[in-house]
């Protein structure tokens, strides 16, 4: 019995990784979940298929930001446990307007250090030992690599792009509330997600819907940008995991050794969607197109997972191959999830393409 009688609070519970996280809790484990979104341009409820008519599941559309919002919630559900998913999570748009990423991801995470502090301090001794928070980050904090290397739990903080600042900022701030107030604390970070639900505007989504759309598939660069892909179905397990057993005051980075540059993911997506569905203007590689770089692009990412392998007995179960499939196969059959939000209409103005 996994969080049995247990209420955990997730922050972005609508959006790509906290819907995951939702579905996982919901299927595996028999955690009472409240989901605490603000419902963004990036949030979609669409991705909890079910969960509505669940008993364990409530939905609070509220932003992180309210601290008397925030207060009332805690005081009404009365949770377990805090999984802190919710920001703004694309650098593009961190590019072309930071002010939302500050707001929310470095006054977000402020306010629900301090409510979730106010809480905590109010609990009965047993259940203040077994409250804990999860901050939910990225391994963009670490900056960029060379060719040689991994990022670890040590390797110092190098935030590139408004969006990683705001992240490590965010980090920083649990970190203190941890060390001054002993807030029960753990930390992650991890590489690249990628899978089902994904956001139209991320790099895997957007060239699979370019694809179909026979559209030219914008490559940054030389394409020559290396990340690190982890199915999000494996980052969902890992973030349970950690709640449940990382130890206090520990950040754990998650990653699936796969590093794979951009032109090659790209270049995969359109052999897959020729398999699927052959275009008549021919093979989709011909699609792909140059285009300008992202200011400040990071190099490389490149995970180190030992830890959280060795002390928490994690392994990202999906290949990427099998993973990268899968993900279009899923997009090929879900078209309505996607097009509706395609017909909304989102902004990418930085490089001027949509
Ligand atoms: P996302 O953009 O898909 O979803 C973010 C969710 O947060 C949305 O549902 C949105 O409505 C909500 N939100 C935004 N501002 C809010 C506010 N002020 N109050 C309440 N809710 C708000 O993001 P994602 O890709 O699912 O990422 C989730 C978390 O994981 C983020 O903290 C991100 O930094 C981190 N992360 C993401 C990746 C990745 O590859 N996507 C990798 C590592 C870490
Ligand atoms: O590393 C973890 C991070 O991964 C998360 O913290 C972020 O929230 C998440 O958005 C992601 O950031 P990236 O910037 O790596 O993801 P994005 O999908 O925007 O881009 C992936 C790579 O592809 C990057 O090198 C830029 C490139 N790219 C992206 C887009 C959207 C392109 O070449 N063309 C594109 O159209």
């Not at 949770?79 to 002010?99: K, Y």
Request: aromatic share 10%; net charge neutral.
């Amino acid at each position: 019995m996994r969080f049995k009688d247990q209420t955990i609070f997730v922050t972005g519970g609508a959006g790509f990784i906290g819907s995951a996280v939702i579905r996982h809790l919901l299927a595996d484990t028999d955690a009472r979940v409240v989901n605490i979104d603000k419902l963004t341009y990036a949030a979609n409820l669409n991705s909890l298929p079910g969960a509505a008519s669940n008993a364990r599941y409530a939905f609070e559309m509220q932003c992180i930001c309210q601290a008397p919002h925030l207060r009332r919630l805690f005081d009404t559900h009365e949770p377990d446990l805090v999984m802190h998913l919710a920001a703004e999570s694309h650098v593009d748009r961190s590019i072309d307007g930071p002010a939302e990423f500050i707001h929310t991801n470095i006054v977000g995470t402020f306010t629900l250090l301090q409510e979730s502090l106010r809480y905590w301090r109010g609990l009965s001794p047993q259940r203040r030992a077994r409250f804990r928070l999860l901050h939910v980050s990225t391994d963009e904090v670490f900056g960029s690599l060379g060719e040689q290397g991994l990022f670890t739990e040590t390797t110092p903080y190098a935030p590139n792009s408004p969006y990683s600042a705001s992240k490590a900022s965010s980090d920083h701030l649990v970190r203190a509330w941890r060390e001054t107030y002993d807030l029960p604390t753990v930390l992650t970070n991890c590489s690249n997600n990628y899978g089902p639900y994904h956001f139209p505007e991320k790099l895997i989504p957007h060239m699979i819907i370019k694809g179909l759309a026979q559209e030219l598939l914008p490559v940054y660069g030389d394409g020559k940008n290396i990340r690190d892909w982890l199915y999000v179905e494996d980052h969902a397990k890992a973030l349970t995991l950690v709640l449940e057993h990382g130890r206090i005051g520990e950040t754990y980075n998650v990653g699936g050794r796969n590093e794979r540059t951009n032109l090659h993911v790209v270049e995969t997506i359109c052999d897959l969607l020729d398999q699927i569905a052959p275009s008549p203007r021919g093979p989709r590689r011909q699609m792909i197109s140059f285009v300008s770089d992202r200011p400040g692009h990071d190099r490389r990412y490149a995970i180190d997972a030992s830890k959280i392998e060795g002390e928490l007995g994690w392994r990202a179960l999906e290949n990427f191959e099998s993973g990268l499939a899968k993900t279009v196969r899923w997009f090929c059959d879900n078209r309505p999830w996607w097009q509706a939000i395609v017909d909304r209409g989102y902004n990418r103005s930085r490089i001027g393409l949509n």
